[in-house]
């Protein structure tokens, strides 16, 4: 019995050092996004953080095609990782939060255009009133809409303390 022991020992230490090996292995081996960040971002759990918040707007996901392709025409043609949008649920708050993840980096400029051409529709000029109808909501489209990318990642913030909600999402890729 000594001697079987014996001889265990060492496949035992072998077999311990190979799953440590393996173990370091699959935790260093993970992909980064194009930000060069080591971790993926989940802008589902972003989205939510913001919107548990007690000062955030009511805000509704749109789900249906069509409502999306209204409100961002374009936006559906484009391949994406990941994609929320949400929209105030009383048209006359100034609130709206899109989070996309595009599976082309090429692709991040037309989001932000596809962004940038919800921000002049909701403001509108001289010419067209803004889509937002009402003067004062007309006016935080213009004062509190940022448009954010990094690496694969766009967002759109329409939220009173837009500049808080730019320098979060951020903060996602450091």
């Known amino acids: 019995m000594n001697r079987h022991f014996f001889t265990l020992k060492p496949l035992a230490a072998l077999a311990l050092a190979l799953a440590l090996i393996l173990s370091l292995a699959a935790c260093g081996g993970k992909q ?15 989205y939510e953080t913001l919107t548990q918040n007690e000062n ?51 692709d991040v400029p037309a989001v932000e255009a596809i962004f940038q051409a919800r921000i002049d529709y909701q403001v509108g000029d001289d010419a067209n009133p803004g889509g937002a109808w009402y003067p004062e909501t007309i006016e935080n489209w213009k004062q509190n809409a940022r448009i954010v990318s990094n690496g694969s990642c ?14 979060q999402f951020s903060a996602l890729f450091a």
Request: no cysteine; hydrophobic share 50%.
């Open 32 to 46: 980064g996004d194009a930000s060069g960040s080591s971790e993926p971002v989940d802008l589902t759990a972003f």
């Open 56 to 106: 955030a707007p009511a805000l509704m996901p749109l789900e249906e095609a069509e409502l999306m392709d209204a409100l961002y025409p374009g936006l559906s043609e484009i391949e994406t990782s990941q994609r929320i949008v949400a929209t105030a649920a009383i048209t006359s708050v100034a609130a709206e939060l899109a989070l996309v993840e595009v599976a082309n980096a090429e």
């Open 154 to 167: 766009v967002m759109l913030a329409v939220w009173e303390n837009a500049d808080d909600v730019a320098e």
